[in-house]
């Protein structure tokens, strides 16, 4: 398994480059969500509402990822009705804890690895799971990311990964 060591950002909010680059992130948590909507249960199955905020966070801190995490489902919602407004708090809450984790280990290990991103995916998947039973009090409602969006938790990992190495190289 190959580690890269990446360079990595800790944007703050008084530069006019953090929101330039969330709003970049946001208009890809726009974008791909509504084409994996065109897919028979596209949004549970691959969790395309996250993806952008893990590599926000990871690559340019907390930050840009909060930005990322908090705009993206209240944007899609707003214009397209998905999520749910009852699905808000939950997804919020999970975006919320990606960004967090994503920005912590990347200032921690100071590199992108499959294990470090798979390792973040779980650890937000799995504090989410927690807070959504929390919030709904429905189990299997809560653990609905780990029985049907396996694949989405996959791609995030490896597209993350991907994205965060050999796309965005700057």
Not at 8 to 19: G, I, M
Not at 82 to 111: D, E, T, V
């Amino acid at each position: 398994m190959q580690t890269s060591t990446v360079r990595l950002y800790s944007l703050s909010y008084r530069q006019a480059k953090t929101y330039g680059i969330a709003l970049l992130f946001v208009a890809g948590n726009i974008v791909l969500p509504q084409l994996f909507h065109l897919l028979p249960q596209g949004g549970v199955t691959w969790l395309p509402i996250y993806f952008f905020t893990l590599i926000a966070a990871y690559k340019y801190g907390w930050k840009a990822g909060l930005l990322t995490a908090v705009l993206s489902p209240v944007v899609n919602s707003l214009l397209f009705g998905m999520p749910a407004a009852a699905a808000l708090p939950a997804i919020l809450l999970k975006s919320g804890l990606l960004a967090a984790a994503a920005a912590i280990a990347a200032a921690r290990f100071q590199k992108a690895s499959l294990v470090l991103l798979a390792a973040v995916v779980v650890c937000y998947q799995g504090l989410g799971l927690i807070g959504e039973w929390a919030l709904t009090g429905d189990l299997g409602l809560a653990t609905q990311d780990f029985r049907i969006g396996i694949p989405g938790m996959i791609l995030q990992v490896v597209g993350g990964y991907f994205c965060i190495n050999y796309i965005i190289r700057k």
